[in-house]
């Protein structure tokens, strides 16, 4: 026997107490289908700027746009619970209802079914914001709330070092996990991801993600924070809106249904 | 056409999940970094067969893991193990569980290159051809990081279990196995 063939038997038996998988082809596909998007996204904000212009202008003229939720509030556990991704221009408009005052909608870039993003802009500077509204959703199997709360564990996540995590969950049993840190998004390192995670008690999950960055794989970066603070973000997320937001899709065009 | 590879995709990734799981432990030494790293790979290699043909999905991905493991390492220095000088004290569990322990604190102690070298020619079995093309170097790189990595995991396990480092002796077979992409284990 040589040292080669020792030195493989170590490692084989370094790896035998293997924990059972926390995922699967599943997550596999899922981050596919997301890196996909993103190249989607990354390439239409970078080149798209007078489409976002006239579809912004079209979007505008298309009919009155709708009253923020002020209260920001979560929804409640009697909303029917949507079974279907909103389209993306569902999620464009309910987004660009829902943002703060000052800050403006600029690009857009519609995607698949219940995911979106556009470049926000206020005094400061320019920044991506992108939102996923993920009706039923489930992960390895899980389904229920309950099932999926160690994925809303501060404590059990890999975030990059220096992130900043907080999880809540609502009166209502609506799981919040807020985030704040290194984008890792294969960038330059200064690019930080905010994002706010919701997770409802009927299983709508609302992501909300704003970079300090336009393109937020390759930057550079266009402002030191992102145009949107944990509490604006936290807001739109957790916004009764989106528990409606598949029920009426808008006339405007260009929406992809999942 | 597109579903014909989905479905080839889905039957890869099922089948080479859990091996890519172990390499990518090896590499990085945590069971829930090592999931985010064969993810990543995976959803990466899913991509790129959507776009183009890979003649070799198992070589590709093998290739794909080592590079994003390498990238993750260098974007983020603040994680980034610094090599043990000594290496830790031997657990004071018995069996296979030490012996696990003492081999991953013995791979720790090695660079990230030197120890993808490792796990690629020794745990994945690849030749110096294809550790090199994984690893973007030349074969002579692979085959210099492979003694350096021997001889450090020969010192480290020295320190923890002296039979363990008797059994890493002798060195790597001179002989390597022509490149003719991954093979299954």
């Known amino acids: 026997m040589t040292g080669v063939h020792d030195l493989r038997g170590l490692l084989e038996r370094a790896t035998t107490d293997a924990p059972p998988p926390e995922a699967g082809s599943a997550e596999v596909f899922g981050r596919a289908r997301s890196i996909q998007r993103r190249r989607r996204l990354g390439a239409g904000l970078a080149g798209a700027g007078t489409l976002g212009v006239l579809v912004a202008v079209a979007a505008t003229l298309s009919g009155p746009a709708a009253v923020p939720d002020p209260a920001g509030g979560v929804a409640p556990a009697t909303a029917a619970p949507p079974t279907t991704a909103p389209t993306a221009p569902t999620v464009l408009e309910t987004l660009r209802d829902l943002l703060p005052p000052g800050a403006r909608a600029g690009q857009e870039e519609e995607t698949s079914g219940g995911f979106a993003g556009l470049v926000v802009t206020d005094p400061a500077g320019r920044t991506a914001v992108q939102v996923n509204v993920q009706p039923g959703f489930t992960h ?14 501060c404590a059990k996540r890999t975030d990059p070092h220096g992130t900043d995590c907080t999880a809540t969950t609502s009166r209502t049993g609506t799981r919040i996990l807020s985030i704040d840190g290194p984008a890792d998004e294969g960038g330059p390192a200064e690019i930080v991801r905010r994002q706010v995670d919701v997770l409802g008690p009927d299983g709508l999950r609302v992501v909300v993600t704003a970079w300090n960055a336009v393109d937020v794989k390759n930057g550079p970066v266009t402002r030191s924070a992102p145009a949107l603070t944990g509490r604006q973000l936290q807001q739109i997320a957790t916004s009764t809106r989106w528990s409606s937001a598949n029920a009426a899709p808008p006339a405007s065009p260009g929406g992809a249904p999942s | 056409m597109a579903a014909d590879i989905d479905i080839e995709l889905h039957a890869f990734v099922e089948a080479r999940y859990l091996h890519l799981r172990r390499t990518a432990y090896l590499l ?25 043909a890979i003649d070799n999905l198992d070589a590709y991905a093998r290739t794909v893991l080592t590079r994003v493991y390498l990238d993750y390492r260098r974007r983020h220095p603040w994680r980034r193990e610094r090599p043990l000088a000594e290496p830790p004290e031997q657990p004071a569990t018995d069996g296979d569980r030490a012996l696990s322990l003492t081999v991953l ?13 490792v796990v690629l020619r020794y745990w994945e079995d690849r030749s110096t051809e294809e550790t090199a093309e994984a690893l973007g170097v030349a074969a002579g790189t692979v085959k210099s990081q492979c003694a350096k990595a021997l001889a450090t995991l020969r010192g480290s396990l020295a320190v923890i279990r002296p039979e363990l480092s008797l059994s890493l002796a002798q060195p790597a077979p001179a002989a390597e196995r022509s490149s003719n992409g991954g093979g299954e284990k």
């Open chain 2, 28 to 52: 990085c030494g945590d069971w829930h970094r090592a999931e985010d790293l064969v993810q990543t790979a995976l959803a990466r290699v899913v991509v790129a067969a959507r776009r183009r």
């Open chain 2, 105 to 117: 604190a013995a791979l720790r102690a090695l660079p990230p290159r030197q120890r993808a070298a």
């Open chain 1, 140 to 153: 390895s199997g899980k389904t229920t709330v309950s099932q999926l709360l160690d994925r809303y564990d």
